[in-house]
């Protein structure tokens, strides 16, 4: 028997184009995110959106592009020591507003949502320690190969994950736009493709936040 998880509308944190984000009901170490019907979605001229209204289809391959990229990494890194710098997920359950997604949620140390990169360069508040974290997690897309194509700054977050025992250490965590989601899949090509591909959304990264991208060193710093 399939058992429907009900979330509130007062639990909605979040709402991007194609899913709205929920605090889970009753795990505070989880997230729930929901496709929103196509009729919700606000309407869109470029690319994405030509593609999301002609071919429906376009709008489940990103998410399964999505967690084939995690089952991906984690079947490559079984060790139970493997730090993985994107949001960990843990599949599917039906809710009042849709099918959601159960994804890790990345914590303040008061409980609540840890802040995005953007959130915190439109603040004024990203200190050195976290462009250390930012640097730290750019190290480990690079090092494992993994595919993300929208780095934008809102999915950064910086915060703390449940270890098990209560929350882990402070890093940033990739927490949505990683998969090889575009049309001509480049980067699943070759870790050579993929490096040049990440290479580019570091870039275009440092030019959405005023921050400094060095190439050669693979690192963010102040412009």
Not at 12 to 24: D, F, I, K, P, T
Not at 90 to 95: E, H, K, L, R, Y
Not at 132 to 159: C, K, Y
Request: aromatic share 8%.
């Amino acid at each position: 028997m399939t058992t429907t998880l009900f979330l509130p509308p007062s639990n909605l944190v979040a709402s991007g184009v194609q899913r709205a984000v929920y605090l889970h009901p009753a795990d505070s170490t989880k997230l729930v995110k929901v496709l929103k019907p196509a009729e919700q979605q606000a309407r869109r001229r470029n690319f994405n959106g030509v593609m999301d209204r002609w071919f429906p289809a376009t709008r489940l391959r990103q998410i399964r592009k999505e967690y084939m990229e995690y089952l991906r990494i984690m079947l490559n890194h079984p060790e139970p020591d493997f730090h993985l710098p994107v949001s960990h997920m843990f599949g599917f359950v039906s809710t009042n507003v849709g099918l959601g997604c159960l994804t890790e949620r990345v914590m303040s140390p008061d409980g609540g949502l840890g802040e995005t990169l953007g959130q915190k360069v439109k603040n004024g508040t990203l200190t050195d320690e976290d462009i250390d974290l930012l640097n730290d997690a750019i190290a480990e897309l690079f090092a494992h190969g993994i595919r993300a194509s929208d780095l934008n700054p809102n999915n950064l977050v910086f915060g703390q994950r449940d270890s098990g025992t209560g929350p882990g250490p402070k890093e940033c965590v990739l927490v949505d736009g990683f998969g090889d989601i575009h049309a001509i899949p480049v980067r699943s090509m070759a870790a050579w493709s993929n490096r040049i591909g990440l290479n580019d959304s570091c870039t275009r990264l440092a030019r959405n936040t005023g921050l400094h991208w060095d190439a050669k060193q693979q690192q963010f710093s102040r412009s």
